[in-house]
């Protein structure tokens, strides 16, 4: 079920704008489920959870996440119970993500929009008593930065001198900058818009050594907005699948790997330079495209 961390060679010239090698860590593989950066962002929430003896685990977040699937699937194996805090109202029809993480255990609680903005008052309402172990939307903490980290040991990114992901809620962007060696830049593409607090949320993850370290936020490759997608974004997700053999999701991973191959075209990168796309999986939220959209 688990496997080795895969890293794929993308040779010279097969990138549209970038022409020389990058190579991608595909924790899309790391397991068929718990797909890429979740798995490792959950394992020390859970550890905390069995370790405060809770016997149930508690999220939000939205109809097609996949921080829910992967904590739907990471508590049952972890033999605890999984709570759903779902944004919006339910609708006639079940997600395919929604449907498959009530099929692994999860219970699902359906808040409108406006109510979904006051997490805290949700957490008190569904659990006064404080039974479950409530893990932050995303996985935002330091636990996850926590889990991130050991991705230094498992895998060779000692390596690599330029490493792009894609940015959330930041937690992995933050793990990476906490692993990362002097001679490394860690660059986070942003798929929100006007994320005006996503900065000090990274920051915030961080010590004053670290924030000093080489790592940049970019927030211009948001296609309009999270989860939003365009033409032009769409065919750079097929050209990747088709003629480069890398599937991406049109949430995060495509827009992350249009920003590497945009913004390593234009540096003036030493030779010895190594770039390294650190694939956080979540090719199951392409259920939502229509079907062929995305050649996958
Ligand atoms: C959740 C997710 C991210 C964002 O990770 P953060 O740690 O929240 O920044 C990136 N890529 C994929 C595919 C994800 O599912």
Same mark, same amino acid.
């Given at each position: $079920? /688990?496997? !080795?961390?895969?890293?794929?060679?993308?040779? #010279?010239? !097969?990138?549209?704008?970038?022409?020389?090698?990058?190579?991608?860590?595909?924790?899309?593989?790391?397991?068929?489920?718990?797909?890429? &950066?979740?798995?490792?962002?959950?394992?020390?929430?859970?550890?905390a959870a069995k370790s405060g003896q809770f016997k149930?685990?508690?999220?939000?977040?939205?109809?097609?996440?996949?921080? +829910?699937?992967?904590?739907?699937?990471?508590?049952?194996?972890?033999? %605890?119970?999984?709570?759903?805090?779902?944004?919006?109202?339910?609708?006639?029809?079940?997600?395919?993500?929604?449907?498959?993480?009530?099929?692994?255990?999860?219970? %699902?609680?359906?808040?409108?929009?406006?109510?979904?903005? #006051?997490? @805290?008052?949700?957490?008190?309402?569904?659990?006064? &008593?404080?039974t479950?172990y409530?893990?932050?939307?995303?996985?935002?903490?330091?636990?996850?930065?926590?889990? +991130?980290?050991? !991705?230094?040991?498992?895998?060779?990114?000692?390596?690599?001198?330029?490493?792009? $992901?894609?940015?959330?809620?930041?937690?992995?962007?933050?793990?990476?900058?906490?692993?990362?060696?002097?001679?490394?830049? +860690?660059? =986070?593409?942003?798929?929100?818009?006007?994320?005006?607090?996503?900065?000090?949320? +990274?920051?915030?993850?961080?010590?004053?050594?670290?924030?000093?370290?080489?790592?940049?936020?970019?927030?211009?490759?948001?296609?309009?907005?999270?989860?939003?997608?365009?033409?032009?974004?769409?065919?750079? $997700? &097929?050209?990747? @699948?088709?003629?480069?053999?890398?599937?991406?999701?049109?949430?995060?991973?495509?827009?992350?790997?249009?920003?590497?191959?945009?913004? !390593?075209?234009?540096?003036?990168?030493?030779?010895?330079?190594?770039?390294? /796309?650190?694939?956080? =999986?979540?090719?199951?939220? &392409?259920?939502?495209?229509?079907?062929?959209?995305?050649?996958?």
């Open positions: $079920m /688990f496997s !080795l961390l895969p890293i794929q060679k993308i040779h #010279d010239g !097969l990138l549209p704008h970038y022409k020389g090698q990058v190579d991608v860590l595909r924790l899309d593989k790391v397991h068929t489920i718990v797909s890429g &950066n979740k798995w490792f962002k959950l394992k020390y929430f859970l550890e149930s685990i508690a999220t939000f977040g939205g109809a097609y996440s996949n921080h +829910i699937i992967a904590c739907a699937y990471a508590a049952k194996l972890s033999g %605890l119970a999984c709570l759903g805090i779902i944004r919006g109202e339910q609708p006639a029809a079940l997600s395919p993500t929604l449907r498959e993480a009530r099929a692994h255990g999860m219970e %699902l609680i359906f808040v409108s929009r406006s109510d979904y903005k #006051d997490k @805290a008052g949700i957490q008190q309402a569904v659990d006064p &008593n404080g479950h409530w893990i932050p939307e995303g996985g935002y903490g330091l636990l996850g930065t926590k889990g +991130i980290r050991e !991705l230094y040991t498992a895998t060779p990114i000692w390596t690599y001198t330029h490493i792009f $992901m894609a940015v959330g809620t930041g937690t992995t962007l933050a793990g990476f900058i906490k692993g990362a060696l002097p001679y490394q830049q +860690i660059t =986070g593409v942003s798929v929100l818009k006007n994320a005006y607090s996503l900065k000090e949320e +990274i920051t915030a993850l961080l010590t004053p050594q670290e924030i000093e370290k080489d790592w940049q936020l970019l927030e211009n490759y948001h296609f309009g907005g999270y989860a939003k997608k365009t033409p032009a974004l769409l065919d750079f $997700m &097929n050209i990747c @699948a088709k003629s480069v053999n890398l599937p991406l999701d049109f949430v995060y991973t495509a827009k992350a790997f249009f920003a590497l191959d945009m913004e !390593l075209s234009q540096a003036a990168l030493p030779p010895d330079a190594k770039p390294l /796309f650190i694939h956080t =999986g979540g090719l199951q939220g &392409n259920q939502s495209l229509s079907d062929g959209i995305a050649g996958l």
